[in-house]
T-cell receptor, first 111, second 115 residues
Framework: KQEVTQIPAALSVPEGENLVLNCSFTDSAIYNLQWFRQDPGKGLTSLLLIQSSQREQTSGRLNASLDKSSGRSTLYIAASQPGDSATYLCAVKGSARQLTFGSGTQLTVLP | GAGVSQTPSNKVTEKGKYVELRCDPISGHTALYWYRQSLGQGPEFLIYFQGTGAADDSGLPNDRFFAVRPEGSVSTLKIQRTERGDSAVYLC?????????????FGPGTRLTVL
């Protein structure tokens, strides 16, 4: 059974810092990996999707990498802003169509 | 265009009651998913529809939970004899065809509280 772990569970940084969020998964037979953002009381917003054949994806200040063989992904956020404060969730899709999520990293960017 | 919508946004019920949660997927999306998110946890898969049929219901926790999608669009998640442990945010997502490469788009969720 696929298990997804996110470290750290919570992170607080001053504005302007670059930061890295980590995600690991136990079964490397995945189709893709997706990073989501969740604001309090809201649904999930997809940030980046990396197909299993890809190594990384970039969108603005966000860069996500995937090392499928080692079961790891990182989300890099450059020049963090208070508006980046949210919970970031990592999810993998295996042979079944559903996503398996980690528990998330709660990020606070202090002004 | 319109995203995934869910109603109600909040539902408070008493233990033992029956509830229905509704999901309107993005127009034209054939795949629809239900997830449940408990406080401080990531969403957990409940059931996946491809068209009108439940392609995978392996995540439903017990037979009190049931979901339908009779016309291949709107879906309803039904919970009988609710228990306090059913309290959670129920999220719905849809994707274009359910292919492995498809992105899933999530609704805002329904927060269910069982007293």
């Amino acid at each position: 059974k696929q298990e997804v772990t996110q470290i750290p569970a919570a992170l607080s940084v001053p504005e302007g810092e670059n930061l890295v969020l980590n995600c690991s998964f136990t079964d490397s037979a995945i189709y893709n990996l997706q990073w989501f953002r969740q604001d309090p009381g809201k649904g999930l917003t997809s940030l980046l999707l990396i197909q299993s054949s890809q190594r990384e994806q970039t969108s603005g200040r966000l860069n996500a990498s995937l090392d499928k063989s080692s079961g790891r992904s990182t989300l890099y956020i450059a020049a963090s802003q208070p508006g980046d404060s949210a919970t970031y969730l990592c999810a993998v899709k295996g042979s079944a169509r559903q996503l398996t999520f980690g528990s998330g990293t709660q990020l606070t960017v202090l002004p | 265009g319109a995203g995934v919508s869910q109603t109600p946004s909040n539902k408070v019920t008493e233990k033992g009651k029956y509830v229905e949660l509704r999901c309107d997927p993005i127009s034209g999306h054939t795949a629809l998913y239900w997830y449940r998110q408990s406080l401080g946890q990531g969403p957990e898969f409940l059931i996946y529809f491809q068209g009108t049929g439940a392609a995978d219901d392996s995540g439903l926790p017990n037979d009190r939970f049931f979901a339908v999608r009779p016309e291949g669009s709107v879906s309803t998640l039904k919970i009988q004899r609710t228990e306090r442990g059913d309290s959670a945010v129920y999220l719905c997502a849809s994707s274009s065809q359910g292919a492995s490469s498809d992105t899933q788009y999530f609704g805002p969720g329904t927060r269910l509280t069982v007293l």
